[in-house]
């Protein structure tokens, strides 16, 4: 797509909010696009109604108009002009759409689970989050986010993105920041008590401020390493082979099975993808693998969802690394500690008995100094 240059004109209220993502240009000229339109109808319409009403009025007391039979030409002219403009914003939109919500292949992997009150990140090397998120400019993000409650909707308007979380379900949404800096992430989907609470910033750094974030936390373990890890002490191993060529044990070999087509019983196919690996953790009789025995116990309230994206992480590492687009790395940082990646316990508790207001900053004891743009580097 082209981006079309929004003017840039002083208005005391800024007319849309920063520009700091791929998407942000296109959505905006969409946007002036259809306020422009707006304005010119709205203009339209009532000049023409002034004139009219002025140009016919009644002069006499007696006056009646000339009936009027109809116009084919007319109502033509005012069924196509308007479906023609119509099809533009539809066209327009959907791209932009597609776009926004097609999540590339090659992108970085970030888990979100949003939860009363509170966005909780996990990078794919481990590093974990609360209400904070740090990632390189230029450079794909996807997210996959859900939700430990009720529904809740991620949005960063300085990229232009939003999505839903809703539980029992992984969403996706990807962006592309362009400009270091610290951007205001916050919920908006009315979720309880603490609801204007639910916010924090994503933090946009350059690429080697980045690299300096990564390997400034505590003790790190990448997501993957802690799903082996899990994936050990529930007894998944006992049953499901994680070795290529690997003598197929009770449940389907997991090597290189992530985004592979499975034939499930009753004939249909179904992709290995995070749904359906979360749903066969879950409530593993929904899709059973062809050839399989009804087996599985289901692990229904026995882990967390960021435990099951854990998991899922772990699975999406074993196979070939071209597969796992960079998706999950084993073994990097594989130093035994606290997995929090320097957030506070206390920080983690649901529920907060205050408000997190992150425009203080207090969510968490390392954040750097308000107005940073980016070089943030981790005081601990
Ligand atoms: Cu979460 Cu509103």
């Known amino acids: 797509m082209q981006s079309i240059p929004i003017p840039n004109i002083n208005l005391p209220v800024p007319f849309s909010p920063e520009q700091a993502s791929t998407f942000a240009p296109h959505v905006d000229a969409l946007y002036v696009y259809l ?10 319409i009532s000049a023409a109604i002034i004139f009219f009403a002025v140009k016919y009025r009644r002069r006499q007391a007696a006056e009646l108009p000339r009936p009027i039979a109809g116009s084919m030409v007319l109502e033509l002219t005012w069924t196509i002009i308007p479906l023609m403009i119509a099809m533009t914003i539809f066209v327009w ?3 932009i759409f597609f776009k926004a919500y097609r999540a590339p292949n090659q992108a970085m992997e970030i888990y979100v689970v949003g939860k009363q009150w509170m966005w909780k990140f996990q990078h794919a090397t481990g590093q974990r989050e609360i ?11 996807k997210l996959t986010m859900t939700t430990e409650d009720v529904i809740h909707s991620f949005y960063v308007p ?14 996706q949404t990807w962006f592309e920041a362009t400009k270091p800096g610290r951007y205001y992430l916050f919920c908006t989907e009315y979720c309880g008590t603490n609801h204007s ?6 933090y946009v750094m350059e690429q080697a401020a980045y690299q300096q974030w990564l390997s400034g936390g505590t003790g790190t373990e990448s997501a993957a390493s802690q799903g082996m890890k899990l994936f050990q002490q529930r007894g998944c191993a006992s049953c499901h082979q994680v070795e290529a060529g690997g003598q197929q044990g009770r449940g389907p070999t997991l090597y290189g099975i992530f985004g592979k087509q499975q034939q ?18 879950l409530n593993p009789r929904a899709k059973i693998a062809a050839g399989f025995q009804d087996q599985m116990p289901t692990f229904q309230g026995q882990l967390s969802e960021e435990q099951i994206l854990q998991l899922v992480a772990y699975i999406r590492s074993l196979g070939p690394a071209a597969q796992r687009q960079g998706g999950a790395t084993t073994g990097t940082q594989t130093t035994v500690g606290p ?3 320097g957030v506070s316990p206390t920080t983690q508790r649901s529920n907060p008995v205050g ?15 308000a107005g940073n743009t980016g070089n943030a580097n981790r005081q601990q």
């Open 35 to 44: 306020v422009t339109l707006t304005a010119f109808f709205t203009l339209a």
């Open 93 to 95: 939109g959907a791209s």
């Open 131 to 141: 209400n904070e998120l740090h990632v390189p400019v230029n450079a794909r993000v």
């Open 158 to 171: 300085a990229f232009r993105i939003k999505q839903d979380v809703v539980p029992g379900r992984y969403l």
């Open 197 to 202: 609470g639910m916010g924090g910033y994503v």
């Open 264 to 281: 499930i019983e009753g004939g249909a196919a179904v992709t290995v993808d995070e749904a359906y690996i979360r749903e066969s953790i």
């Open 339 to 341: 997995t929090t990646g």
């Open 355 to 369: 408000p997190t207001d992150p425009r203080q900053g207090n969510a968490s004891p390392q954040l750097p100094p």
